[in-house]
């Protein structure tokens, strides 16, 4: 079965330290792989998808296949990075399934 | 504004007592989809629909009802709801889902508690 699991459900660090939340899926076939992050009093709202390949608010994801890994990385990390991250996948181009979510807090 | 509405935001009921959560769209999406948000267990899917009386189960479809009558409008149904059902619910809508580079676009959320 499809299944996405993020393994840390809280994340602290310091300011300026670098990131890295966790992302582990299961999916026989090509996976389309997303982060999307909600901010406190905002909508859930798209951070990055694996196929633009794209570096957004300095954070990147590679997907690794091998692994079956698609990890969220920054080098630094911000307080205004503080929100609740998930990792998404979708599958057969209808289905989505996502993660339980990571609370990341940055202190300063 | 290009978005993603829901009505209402918040709502308390009794167990059994029928209720519609409305979603709505001006995007002229074709997909738009149910989730439910409980703590632990993240998003999950309760319905979706590919287009006009196009709708499908999600992960966790039981206890609810959908339409899609309307391309701009896709309501979630509790024809009897229980305290389970208590949670956070979020619409969303994507152009559709064959690309990758679709993204879904997500609405206020509801909190919904039923005693």
């Known amino acids: 079965a499809q299944r996405v699991t993020q393994p840390e459900k809280l994340l602290s660090v310091f300011k300026g330290a670098p990131v890295e939340l966790k992302c582990n899926y299961s999916y026989s076939g090509s996976p389309e792989l997303f982060w999307y992050v909600q901010y406190s009093r905002q909508r859930l709202q798209l951070l990055l998808r694996?196929?633009s390949r794209e570096s957004i608010k300095g954070f990147t994801a590679d997907l690794n296949k091998g692994e079956t890994s698609f990890h969220l990385k920054k080098p630094f990390a911000q307080e205004e990075d503080s929100a609740m991250y998930y990792c998404a996948l979708t599958y057969n181009n209808n289905d989505m399934r996502f993660g339980a979510g990571t609370r990341l807090t940055v202190k300063p | 504004e290009a978005q993603v509405t829901q009505n209402p935001r918040y709502l308390i009921t009794v167990t059994g007592k029928k209720l519609t959560v409305t979603c709505s769209q001006n995007m002229n999406h074709e997909y738009m989809s149910w989730y439910r948000q409980d703590p632990g267990l993240g998003l999950r899917q309760i319905y979706y629909?590919?287009?006009?009386?196009?709708?499908d189960k999600g992960d966790v479809p039981e206890g609810y009802k959908v339409s899609r009558k309307e391309k701009r409008n896709f309501p979630l149904i509790l024809e009897s709801p229980s305290p389970n059902q208590t949670s956070l619910y979020f619409c969303?809508?994507?152009?559709?889902?064959?690309?990758?580079?679709?993204?879904?676009?997500f609405g206020p959320g509801t909190r919904l508690t039923v005693l």
């Open positions: 629909s590919m287009n006009v009386e196009v709708t």
């Open positions: 694996h196929i």
């Open positions: 969303a809508s994507s152009l559709d889902m064959s690309t990758s580079y679709n993204e879904q676009f």
